[in-house]
């Protein structure tokens, strides 16, 4: 009896592991179809190839580390009739709630690739890091979240049914010798063993496998969906683990990137020493150049009243934000930080050195104006401690403005009331102000004021070949859209129109692209990640200042600040973390590019951060397109200033939290 409920066990875990590596290779096959494309594949034949095998590999993997505890404890309990009436019990339940998991998991995953065009990363911890009411009302809204449910439970009754059949009347099978039986038993356990280490060489299946080819979207089908979490997790706990800077690495870095020092400063300026300016800043919600691609001012306006400011004043399109979501964007921008948890992480106690305290030592109020709260990441609490002097969230703004409560969705006020209340307090400030504002409207659920007459709309027949499908009508999408621009158009409007409109700087640029857009890789790579900076500085600054604009300069979120600085401060000095004037008259070339956490431009073109990365040119000049069949290897010096940046910003800030080390 005994030998025939270890082999029932050997059985039941095979069938197990079958079923959990059809469950992701369905997964994978169901994104592999509907994300990309044959004509992007047609010369990466072999890629595909390795992608399927590579990824077999983590899916047999995951299998194997799952279900290692059944099959063990199978055996262990196998020679008793009561431990084993106990293992029968729970075998069901276990198989039922693995399968539960992986393929949660899997849809899970296929919904956050259509968004965010990643796997599951550390970014997806941080959704549960917002609002997580907020978060779950809007996947509510925007995915099916009832019948991918009904799925994933379905996908988990099947197989803990069939483990019930097969465990409920155990067959008796003609016994083997113990020999054979202990043979097998060893084979088994070592191929168990062999699929969960994922290789029988000297290092097990690693992440670095995963690098499957130069197509981004090959390298983010590979892993599965739990194995995707796992690295995700252990970026996590990293990402909020700080030591000691080591000062030699500080100085060896700085080489590679041939950056002098982290520190710089203005140039004497006496007209802003008399005359310092207001400055804004709006870090827009979702303000995406993806989306932007598909504005048309007769059928399908995207900008509304921001459309002239956006033809008279400096725009740079060759922009990149830093990070991909929210929250990381804000911490790079305003706090120096390439942790995106900052604000609520074991260093929420530290003033570091930011932007906030540069405009403080000149004399300026620092006021934080948002439509949404700002109990959000414990930024009422943090953006005071960085040298912020007065936090406005939707709680200020409705007090002030008691009929925006009619307007209040689970992220916020609508956007118009940040910018109201803006107007108000530089029309009464007599110090000068640096004002952060911080969008929410162009975000899911995507809702207007009904007293918003939107310009004319149209779901084109370009869009819609990008719009990602989802319960939210795109029309909402595009009138949301609109209405964020507009609103920030019409500040701009109300600026300029008055006497601030001689000494407001007023700067805008986007948090992270739009969603649920798909980007056809790699020529739409760069495309996918833009954002605009749109910079407007009074003719009178510019008359007493040096600038030339050349709209074709690269840029990015790290530009944003050392430009501000040189049109408001005389002589003040600053930290650039590897920023830039934007407008200086002879661009700096060791700094002259744009980062994102997945991508690099210059003005050749731009680079894909894989391991290794690889580079595409320009399509043409002034273009976002990619030439999709010039991709090639990067040099290794160039290979070397990709890597060693990254490197740096966290280098920073593990100086700021924790100080130098020789």
Known sequence: MTSSLIRLVFRLTWLTMLWLALIFLSARYFMFSLFTTAAALANYGQDVQRMWFTGLRYDL???????????????LLASWQGSWQWWRRCAPSFIGLISLIAAGAAIGNFYYYQTYHQHFNVFAFGLFEDDTQAVLANMNQDYPVIKASLVALLLSIIPSVLAYLQLRRVKVMRPWPWPTLVVYSFICISLVFILARGSVGTFPLRRANAQVSELTVLNQLTP????????????????????????????????TLNFASLDDHTLPNDYLTEHPPHVVLALMESLGTNMLAFDDQHHNDLLGRLRPHFTQDFLFKRFLSQDNGTAPSLAALFFNSPVQSISHSSAQGIDLDTPFDIYKKAGYRNIFISPGNMMWRNLVNYLPLQGVDQVFDQNALLARYPEAAQYLTAWGLPDEYAYRLAETLLAESEQPLFISILSVTNHPPYVTPDTYQPSPITVSEKYQKHAEDGAIEQLNILTTFQYATDALGGFINHVKDSELGERTVIAATGDHQMRRIKAFYPQEQVLDRAVPFYLYVPKPILKHTQWQFDEERVGSHKDIMPTLYHYSLSQQPYLTLGGRNMLAPKDDPSRAFGYNVLLWIDEQGAYVLNEPPVFYPWQTDQSLQLDKNKGQAVKEAQAARLAAYPKLLRWHINQQIKGSAP
């Open 61 to 75: 993997r995951i299998a194997g580390i799952a279900l290692a505890p059944l099959l063990l404890s199978g055996l």
């Open 224 to 255: 599965n969906a739990v194995m995707a979490l796992s690295w995700a997790s252990k970026d996590r706990k990293l990402d909020v683990a700080f030591t000691p800077a080591s000062s030699q690495q500080g100085k060896q870095l700085l080489q």
